[in-house]
């Protein structure tokens, strides 16, 4: 039988303590971290970054099959993820839990062991927190530090008339792996006894369960010396993304349902779950790609990247959104992303 | 009839727009703000502070008591106080908030107003945050940020031997205020008619329901160029808060129960409470006061501060953390403070 230590033998203090010793500062920014009212970061003459969100079980996750090591990664991905789309580099978190007595400090171990492992691969410090019990559930609130060169940062605001719209890796896969995991949840709930049948569907639940923020991305295009025009990351799916873009620089915008990267298991699964892949694209989310536009002058280093593509362009002052589908059919763009108050 | 508009008549987007529509960017520091990503900040060189606070209903406000204007204001101080607690100015915060269905946009609104009243109190910029649906009542996540000159932070470690120990205004006062909100509301929920009796007891329910955070006191010790050696604000109560200073400076201390300053209404009704005094100030929570050490070099300048008094002083490296009462008995410092699993 596995272990179970409640909280309320170590009170918070010692849960504090318990939870944070082995966390390791590696950064030279973090000159005071966890223990104190607050921590103390030096930036050396680069500007701050700082980004926030706040994850609720059932609102946001399902712990039936999200694993709680898993959990704790994408807390902090989807987070540095925000810090990556303004065109910095994250360097800090911190983390903030609330939980029921139904969690145990193994469970807690379990989430602080994603938590730091996503630290420990994007070289960010998490130094400080808070830690309460909640009335209900989990919850879990995130806020990310970064820094960028001064005045070097990359909004949503800035694309211009004809730049190229870009998007990182391929989109809709998180949206089909979540449909997968919840038909299994339903089948299992109906049926205890039948075991979850996931087909071997690595790509589409590894993005859902376990994304990754595009680090890469930033750092070829560092590499390349090409600064976006404009950025945002995919959290509620490409159609309300391209609406943020499209809003925040008065231009109009057209992308081309052939180029919108989808992966051929993304593809698979869409016909099994009877739904049109390219609406998984626009309308899915957690997809946590990039999307961004790059001057036209781009276009010859940024065509080869095999992590990127280029998926249309943006058109004149107040022009509108629009997608041109592979049958050359256009329509304007809508948001349907996520809407945690629709639910 | 009060108007009640449902939040999913404005959805996500809508929702932010609307509570963020008044949001002032004052600060040359806040060089990006709400609805990017994330913000943008320059310390212009200065070091970054960062501390966190997650409040829960039901575990740290009861909303039978506790007006939304006053919640709003309460989340932004408690998380300034830490700021100041480290010698910083604070100059940003982000705000996340969840909440059930039972909120309406006015109930966000009366938050919001307390929200914005704390910022511009104090001088600090709204830069983001999250806002989601929650499985049951509301949860309010708020990110502080303050600056500093480098290396100037003061941090619960540095008291030296024979430090004196301070602490500003009074002590006890909040704890007294929520014991008399309580009873007021088992009152009413026993006998729906009765009318809360508060008694006129200003200052302790003022304490509790809207505490300032001590930023004159910051100032009177700046101007008088005082650093202190080591300094913490008081939330979880005196006692707790002393032995982090002692655990922090490996230094024993002693504090003397005739100096520790407690408002004659605390006073009063800790008497109707049949509680001593000392008690409420030595595990009584949620003060928000600051809690300091100082050289004896700097006693001519702060014996006459109205705004802090000297309540003992550090001892011997290794020492035990003692109070001494007025009948001039000993006693070992023992953390009783608030602690939320304990509940």
Redesign the interface.
């Known amino acids: 039988m596995e272990n179970r230590t409640e909280?309320?033998q170590l009170?918070?203090?010692g849960?504090i303590e318990h939870l944070t010793r082995d966390n390791d500062i590696n950064r030279a920014e973090t000159?005071?971290s966890i223990?104190?009212?607050?921590?103390?970061?030096?930036?050396f003459?680069q500007?701050?970054?700082?980004?926030?969100?706040?994850l609720?079980?059932?609102?946001?996750f399902d712990l039936s099959y999200f694993p709680l090591k898993h959990l704790g990664y994408k807390s902090v991905v989807v987070n540095l993820s925000?810090?990556y789309?303004?065109n910095?580099e994250p360097t800090?978190i911190?983390l903030?839990?609330?939980f029921s007595n139904r969690f145990s400090i193994e469970a807690l171990d379990e989430f602080y062991e994603g938590v730091y492992a996503a630290c420990e691969k994007y070289n960010v410090d998490l130094?400080?927190?808070?830690t309460?019990?909640?009335?209900?559930?989990l919850?879990i609130?995130v806020?990310?530090?970064?820094k960028?060169p001064?005045?070097k940062?990359v909004?949503?605001?800035g694309a211009g008339s004809n730049d190229l719209i870009c998007v990182s890796g391929d989109l809709g896969a998180a949206y089909l792996g979540l449909q997968l995991l919840e038909r299994e949840k339903r089948i299992f709930v109906e049926s205890p006894g039948v075991q979850p049948d996931l087909g071997n569907r690595k790509h589409t639940i590894g993005r859902f369960l376990k994304p990754e923020p595009r680090a890469d991305v930033i750092k070829w295009l560092a590499e390349n010396n090409i600064t976006p025009t404009s950025?945002?990351?995919l959290s509620d799916g490409l159609s309300s993304e391209l609406l943020h873009l499209h809003k925040g620089s008065n231009k109009g915008l057209v992308v081309y349902e052939e180029k919108i990267p989808i992966h051929v298991e993304t593809a698979e699964l869409a016909e099994e779950f009877n739904i049109n892949p390219l609406v998984s694209a626009l309308n899915g989310g957690e997809d946590y790609e990039l999307l961004f536009s790059v001057s036209q002058s781009d276009f010859e280093k940024i065509k080869n990247c095999a992590l990127v593509s280029v998926i249309g362009h943006f058109t004149e002052e107040g022009g509108t959104a629009e997608v041109v589908t592979t049958a050359n059919n256009k329509y304007a763009l809508k948001?349907q992303g996520w809407?945690?108050?629709?639910?």
Do not use: P
């Open positions: 909280i309320n009170g918070e203090f849960l000159i005071l223990g104190d009212d607050a921590a103390v970061i030096d930036h003459g500007q701050t970054v700082v980004s926030t969100d706040l609720i079980e059932r609102v946001h925000d810090i789309a303004m910095a800090q911190t903030s839990l609330a130094v400080g927190g808070d309460t019990s909640s009335q209900k559930g919850l609130s806020t990310a530090i970064g960028i001064e005045m940062y909004s949503r605001r950025m945002i990351d948001a809407n945690a108050f629709q639910k």
